[in-house]
C-alpha cells in the first residue's frame, strides 16, 4: 500500500508517497511563505496555496505514484473563506498567528466567551463581516485542510476533521458538534462551515489527481505528529521542536477542563477513528528555534542553525549564563504575553559558546515547563519524550532536554513525523495497519538519550520572574 501525504505547513507544501512501512519514496515541497502586510497580521494567498497542493502532489506521483489513499496533514486554525459556486476566495486567508482580532476576543470575554485570537472563530467573522455584511452570499470556509480536500476533489467535498475543527473556537467542548452560543455569538450561520469527519476514514475522491484515488485522512500537524511518533495510548508523549514547540500527550479520556488548564494546557482532539474520539493535551511554547534562528540572523554569533551545536559543545555548561527565550512572550504555563527574553549572568568571561549553550539549555528548560504543565492538568505521569523537528537534529540540546527533564528522550527516526502520522490514518482506513497498536510497535527512535546531569530548575524559575511583565499591558491579556 501507498499514500500520498500532502503536508501544509506555515512556510512550504510538501507532498510525499509513503509505502506501507512509512519509508518515504517520492517527495516535492513548494515554498509558500505567509506575508505580513502591517505588524500582528499574517495573510496566506489561498489561491496560490491551492496551486502549490496540485502542483506538489502531482510532482510527487509522477515520480512514486500510483497510490491507494491520499492524507492531509496542516497547520490548524489558518482561516478560508470561498464562494461555494465558483470556488473563489474572499479575502486573503488569516493565518493562525494574525493577531487582528485580539480587540474582539476581549469583548467576547466580557460575554462568558473565551476565544483565543490564534483560533478561527473570530477570524471567520471578521472576513465574513468584510465580504458579506449582510449574510447574502453562500460562503464556504474552512481550515486549511478543508481548503486542500475542496481543492483535491474539485469542489466536491467540504468537511474538516474533528482534530481541527476542535481547534477554531467553533466546537463545542465536548467535540460533538458546531456550538450554538459561539455560532450567535459571531453572527454565523452554520451551513457556513464545514461537515465533520473522522480523521482516519474514507471521505471521498482526489479527483483532481491522476487515478482519483480516495481521501481518507484528514489531521492537524501537531496530532499528526504525535500518531507518526507512535503516542498512540494513555500518556504517551511528543514535543515538536520547529520554530515554537508543541508538547501533546495521548490521553485516555477528555481532560476535565473546558478550555484551559490551571497550568496553562489546552484539551485537543488527537483524533476520530469510527466516530470515537481520542484526546489528548497540549501544552505551547511561543518561540523554540527561532531563538536560535535570532543568534545566527541578528546576532551572527553563528553561521547557521547547525552550527549551534558545535560552538555549545566547546563549552561544559554555560559557566552561569541563562536565557529565557521569550522573544514573543512566554506559553505555558506562564502565559505572559508581555515577557521578553532575557540573557541574564554574563560576565567578562562570557563568549560565544557560553551564549550559544545558554540559549539551547534555556529551550530545553521551557520544554520541562511543558512537561511539568501537562503533567499538572492531566494528571499524568510523563516517562519518555519523544522528539522530532529541526531541533530534534541538535545533539546538544537533545541532552539538555534529558538533563532538564530528568527523562529519557527518544529521537524521531525523521525530523518531521506530520507525514507519518497522516499516512498511519490514512492506512488504517484502507486496512493496511490494523490498529494503533500496530501504529505503537513500529516505532523505532534514531536515538534514545538519558539524562547525564540536573540543571537547575529553581534558579530557571527565578530567571522567568526576571523576564516577566516586561510589557504590563501585554501581561494583562489573557486568553
Same mark, same amino acid.
Given at each position: 500500500m501507498?499514500v ?10 510538501r ?8 519509508s ?13 502586510p502591517?505588524p500582528g ?8 496555496l491551492a496551486?502549490?497542493v496540485l502542483d506538489?502532489?502531482?510532482a !510527487?506521483?509522477?515520480r512514486? @505514484?500510483?497510490v %491507494? +489513499?491520499?492524507?492531509?496533514a496542516?497547520?490548524r486554525?489558518t $482561516?478560508?473563506v470561498?464562494?461555494?459556486a $465558483?470556488?473563489v476566495p ?16 476581549l469583548e467576547?470575554q466580557g460575554?462568558g466567551?473565551?476565544v483565543a485570537?490564534?483560533?478561527? *472563530?473570530?477570524?471567520l ?8 455584511p449582510?449574510h ?9 485542510d478543508?481548503w486542500?480536500?475542496?481543492t483535491?476533489?474539485?469542489?466536491a467535498l467540504?468537511?474538516t476533521?474533528?482534530?481541527?475543527? =476542535?481547534i477554531t473556537?467553533?466546537?463545542r467542548a /465536548? +467535540?460533538?458538534?458546531?456550538?450554538? %452560543?459561539?455560532?450567535a *455569538?459571531?453572527r #454565523? /450561520?452554520e451551513?457556513v462551515?464545514?461537515?465533520?469527519v473522522?480523521?482516519?476514514?474514507m471521505?471521498?475522491?482526489?479527483? +483532481?489527481?491522476a ?5 481518507a !485522512?484528514l489531521v492537524g /500537524?501537531?496530532q499528526?505528529s ?17 520554530t515554537?514547540?508543541?508538547l501533546?500527550?495521548c490521553?485516555?479520556?477528555?481532560p476535565?477542563?473546558?478550555?484551559r488548564g490551571?497550568a496553562? $494546557?489546552?484539551?485537543?482532539v488527537?483524533?476520530r477513528?469510527?466516530?470515537?474520539d481520542?484526546? @489528548?493535551?497540549e ?8 531563538n536560535?534562528?535570532?543568534?545566527r ?5 553563528? =553561521?547557521?542553525?547547525?552550527? !549551534? ?7 561544559a555548561d554555560s &559557566?552561569?549564563v541563562w536565557?529565557v527565550?521569550a522573544?514573543l512572550?512566554?506559553?505555558a504555563?506562564?502565559w %505572559?504575553h508581555?515577557?521578553? +527574553?532575557t540573557?541574564l549572568?554574563l560576565?567578562? @568571561?562570557?563568549?560565544?559558546?557560553e551564549i550559544v ?6 529551550? &530545553?528548560h521551557r ?5 511539568e &504543565?501537562?503533567?499538572?492538568d492531566?494528571?499524568?505521569t510523563i ?14 540540546? #537533545?541532552?539538555a532536554?534529558a538533563? *532538564?527533564?530528568?527523562?529519557s528522550?527518544e ?6 513525523a ?8 490514512a492506512?488504517?482506513?484502507?486496512g493496511?495497519?490494523r490498529?494503533e %497498536?500496530?501504529i505503537a510497535r513500529s ?5 534514545? #538519550? ?5 540543571l ?5 524559575r527565578l530567571?522567568?520572574e526576571?523576564a516577566?511583565?516586561?510589557i504590563p ?7
Amino acid at each position: 500500500m501507498a499514500v500520498l501525504v500532502v503536508d501544509v505547513g506555515t512556510s512550504s507544501v510538501r507532498s510525499s508517497v509513503v509505502d506501507d512501512d512509512a519509508s518515504v519514496r517520492a517527495e516535492h515541497a513548494i515554498p509558500l511563505l505567509p506575508s505580513s502586510p502591517a505588524p500582528g497580521l499574517v495573510e496566506i494567498d489561498p489561491v496560490a496555496l491551492a496551486d502549490a497542493v496540485l502542483d506538489s502532489a502531482r510532482a !510527487s506521483l509522477q515520480r512514486g @505514484g500510483p497510490v %491507494d +489513499a491520499v492524507g492531509i496533514a496542516n497547520q490548524r486554525s489558518t $482561516t478560508i473563506v470561498w464562494d461555494r459556486a $465558483t470556488g473563489v476566495p474572499v479575502g486573503p486567508g488569516l493565518g493562525w498567528q494574525d493577531l487582528r482580532t485580539v480587540g474582539r476576543c476581549l469583548e467576547l470575554q466580557g460575554e462568558g466567551i473565551r476565544v483565543a485570537p490564534n483560533a478561527s *472563530a473570530t477570524k471567520l467573522e471578521y472576513l465574513l463581516a468584510a465580504h458579506d455584511p449582510n449574510h447574502e452570499r453562500d460562503l464556504c470556509f474552512g481550515t486549511v485542510d478543508t481548503w486542500v480536500a475542496w481543492t483535491l476533489s474539485r469542489g466536491a467535498l467540504h468537511v474538516t476533521d474533528a482534530s481541527n475543527a =476542535a481547534i477554531t473556537g467553533l466546537l463545542r467542548a /465536548d +467535540a460533538s458538534g458546531w456550538s450554538d %452560543d459561539v455560532l450567535a *455569538a459571531l453572527r #454565523v /450561520d452554520e451551513a457556513v462551515l464545514p461537515r465533520v469527519v473522522d480523521s482516519s476514514g474514507m471521505v471521498g475522491e482526489a479527483t +483532481a489527481l491522476a487515478g482519483s484515488p480516495p481521501i481518507a !485522512s484528514l489531521v492537524g /500537524d501537531q496530532q499528526a505528529s504525535l500518531i507518526g511518533q507512535g503516542c498512540v495510548r494513555p500518556t504517551a508523549t511528543k514535543i515538536t521542536f520547529g520554530t515554537g514547540a508543541m508538547l501533546d500527550v495521548c490521553l485516555a479520556e477528555r481532560p476535565p477542563y473546558a478550555t484551559r488548564g490551571r497550568a496553562g $494546557t489546552f484539551p485537543i482532539v488527537a483524533w476520530r477513528r469510527d466516530g470515537r474520539d481520542t484526546w @489528548g493535551t497540549e501544552a505551547i511554547m511561543l518561540t523554540a528555534g527561532s531563538n536560535v534562528e535570532w543568534l545566527r540572523d541578528d546576532l551572527g554569533l553563528i =553561521a547557521t542553525a547547525a552550527e !549551534s551545536d558545535e560552538v555549545a559543545s566547546r563549552c561544559a555548561d554555560s &559557566a552561569g549564563v541563562w536565557f529565557v527565550p521569550a522573544l514573543l512572550g512566554l506559553g505555558a504555563p506562564y502565559w %505572559d504575553h508581555g515577557a521578553r +527574553a532575557t540573557l541574564l549572568g554574563l560576565t567578562r @568571561g562570557s563568549g560565544r559558546p557560553e551564549i550559544v549553550r545558554a540559549v539551547l539549555e534555556g529551550i &530545553a528548560h521551557r520544554g520541562a515547563d511543558l512537561v511539568e &504543565a501537562a503533567e499538572h492538568d492531566a494528571n499524568v505521569t510523563i516517562e519518555t519524550l519523544r522528539v522530532d523537528g529541526g531541533m530534534s537534529a541538535n545533539a546538544t540540546f #537533545v541532552q539538555a532536554l534529558a538533563d *532538564a527533564t530528568q527523562r529519557s528522550v527518544e529521537v524521531s527516526p525523521v525530523l518531521e513525523a506530520t507525514t507519518r502520522g497522516a499516512a498511519f490514518l490514512a492506512g488504517l482506513a484502507t486496512g493496511a495497519w490494523r490498529d494503533e %497498536d500496530e501504529i505503537a510497535r513500529s516505532w523505532k527512535p534514531r536515538a534514545r #538519550v538519558e539524562p547525564a546531569r540536573a540543571l537547575d530548575r529553581d534558579r530557571w524559575r527565578l530567571a522567568c520572574e526576571r523576564a516577566a511583565r516586561w510589557i504590563p499591558e501585554l501581561s494583562s491579556i489573557d486568553f
